[in-house]
């Protein structure tokens, strides 16, 4: 497993963006899959884009397509979620997580950050 800490939350007005950071622990990273969920209150944690290791295939919720765009840096053992136009809709904790192939589902993930509050005012 690696370890994982997030970063660059924080408050934006809507229309406005954000850059996560989630760096990882570990040797092993690039062999990772890395995705990013977030959950919102009373809600459940819900996927939002993942990479594979290399870097050359992404995927995306419906609802961030063409908004977010997820990426990975091997050499500094970290992954990004640049966030543009953000929505009130997009508030909640971001997570980053690390598993071993692509999935849209969280037990598929065996390692998680702590997460990072994003909040977007109308």
């Known amino acids: 497993q690696v370890q994982l800490v997030e970063s660059g939350g924080g408050l934006v007005q809507a229309g406005g963006s954000l850059r996560l950071s989630c760096a990882a622990s570990g040797r092993t990273f690039s062999r990772y899959a890395m995705a990013w969920f977030r959950q919102a209150p009373g809600k459940e944690r819900e996927f939002v884009a993942s990479i594979i290791w290399s870097g050359r295939s992404t995927y995306y919720a419906d609802s961030v397509k063409g908004r977010f765009t997820i990426s990975r840096d091997n050499a500094k053992n970290t992954v990004y979620l640049q966030m543009n136009t953000l929505k009130p809709e997009d508030t909640a904790v971001y997570y980053c997580?690390?598993?071993?192939?692509?999935?849209?589902?969280?037990?598929?993930?065996?390692?998680w950050g702590q997460g990072t509050q994003v909040t977007v005012s109308s």
């Open positions: 997580a690390a598993g071993s192939g692509l999935s849209y589902y969280p037990f598929e993930y065996n390692s």
